[in-house]
């Protein structure tokens, strides 16, 4: 983890390697989110207080892929391996001070958050949700699903979101059978902006990350 | 670890915001004098609040009742209280100034007295906010595929943050102004975290042989974290 530019924390679990996906602080506290090794292999989704375990959030393989505060509570998403319907599958979660708050794949799909925000009370998560085999962003509102990109190409996928004003802004990509990958930002239900050109010959193009600002 | 050793040791109040704006705050050593607050400051602490406002609980400890005063209506806290452990909880409301703008509150008990400036961004205006988004993009050169970092305001692609090399933006924070991006660039030795001020000031940040990859960017007050 760095700090205006600095390295300040560096640390392993269980003589590994850790995997640190996000952050957030409550006082001066860090709370990482991620996940570690365990004795098999298998990286188990945790949440880190500063350089020391604080909550493993399953036995099953996953990983934590987000983290929020509201200043008392460290929210957090990501999902574990589970057997759902018969077969092993992600299984979305949105925890709150280690506990399950939200069971996302609880009608049986495959699900994988993997951005939180915190509006007031409202906790917005944006991820995936795969049925047939086609993987579609999706974004949940307090554990239940508020917008849902599904794509030609059968891959849709949400990198980044913020709210603004009452709604919501998502900047991700979709598969286009053309085109490939195309970066896009949506705002609430519908695409604001397609960012590639779908005449390219190069396929391939994704928003990582945006912030608002006056023009 | 030292750096954060010592702002425990040295800090005086613990700040908690939501969503996520944690303050910090300086001031004497609670073996200097005999002031009433646990920790006593006298000294101004300047804050950055969004303009969309956010709300600060504030902690510290005073030993006599307090009152609390400001100079800006656009701030709401309580007025008074006992002595104890306190949690002064202030709620600094969306800016409807076209103008930045900044407020004190103060909080006094006999003498003693402890300050906090907050300072607030202009309205943003709803009708005409821009959207400044990073990512990647393919290209194609003498048929070799990469990915070239990406900067794009609202539709507009603008250019590459990094160019000639094959590179990854990861994420994007306004802070105080200017906005810094997290990213990594791929070469044959390895792959390096870097960041950009206003995607141009590059600083690298690990080497390329520390198998680290930047994910994430958190701002906390004044300082600007990342995390991978």
């Given amino acids: 983890m760095w700090k205006n530019y600095d390295a300040v924390l560096s640390f392993t679990y269980n003589n590994d390697k850790v995997l640190a996906y996000d952050m957030a602080m409550i006082g001066d506290d860090y709370y990482i989110g991620g996940a570690f090794y365990d004795n098999y292999g298998n990286t188990l989704p945790a949440i880190f207080k500063n350089n020391n375990l604080l909550h493993k959030l ?15 509570s460290i929210y957090s998403c990501g999902y574990f391996t589970d057997e759902i319907n018969g077969v092993s599958m992600a299984s979305g979660c949105v925890w709150k001070d ?19 925000l915190m509006d007031g009370n409202d906790i ?84 990582n990350a945006m912030v608002i600002k006056n023009n | ?88 909880k202030m709620q600094v ?4 100034s076209d103008e930045d703008r900044v407020g004190i509150v103060t909080i006094n008990s006999g003498n003693d007295y402890i300050v906090l400036d907050i300072s607030q961004k202009k309205i943003l205006d709803k009708n005409n906010i821009k959207i400044i988004a990073v990512g990647q993009i393919v290209k194609t050169t003498d048929g070799v595929k990469s990915n070239i970092s990406a900067l794009w305001e609202n539709d507009d692609y603008l250019r590459a943050v990094v160019s000639g090399s094959t590179a990854s933006m990861q994420d994007i924070k306004y802070l105080n102004g200017d906005y810094y991006i997290a990213g990594y660039v791929q070469s044959n030795s390895g792959i390096t975290d870097y960041f950009w001020k206003n995607a141009n000031t590059q600083t690298q940040i690990s080497s390329s042989t520390s198998y680290c990859n930047v994910s994430r960017l958190y701002c906390n007050g004044n300082d600007l974290y990342a995390v991978g």
């Fill in chain 1, 58 to 72: 399953s036995d099953k393989a996953g990983q934590v892929n987000a983290v929020a505060t509201n200043g008392t």
């Fill in chain 1, 98 to 116: 280690g506990s399950v708050l939200y069971n996302l794949s609880k009608d049986g799909k495959a699900t994988n958050p993997e951005r939180i």
């Fill in chain 1, 124 to 207: 917005y998560v944006a991820g995936i949700t795969t049925v047939d085999s086609q993987m579609n962003a999706t974004i949940w509102k307090n554990g239940e699903v508020l917008h849902t990109y599904a794509s030609e190409g059968g891959i849709s996928r949400i990198m980044t979101m913020f709210t603004y004003n009452g709604d919501i802004y998502a900047g991700g990509f979709y598969r286009n059978k053309a085109a490939g990958n195309v970066a896009v930002i949506w705002k609430n239900d519908k695409v604001l902006y397609t960012l590639s050109d779908l005449d390219s010959k190069d396929k391939g193009s994704s928003v």
């Fill in chain 2, 1 to 88: 670890m030292n750096l954060i050793y010592n702002l425990k040791k040295h800090l005086v109040f613990c700040f908690f915001a939501i969503p996520v704006l944690i303050l910090f705050s300086c001031a004497k050593d609670e073996s200097e004098g005999d002031s009433v607050f646990r920790y006593a400051s006298t000294q101004t602490t300047s804050y950055s609040v969004s303009e969309e406002g956010d709300i600060m609980i504030f902690r510290f400890g005073s030993t006599a009742s307090w009152t609390a005063k400001s100079d800006a209506d656009w701030i709401t806290f309580p007025t008074s209280g006992d002595g104890g452990t306190i949690y002064f």
């Fill in chain 2, 93 to 96: 409301k969306e800016s409807l």
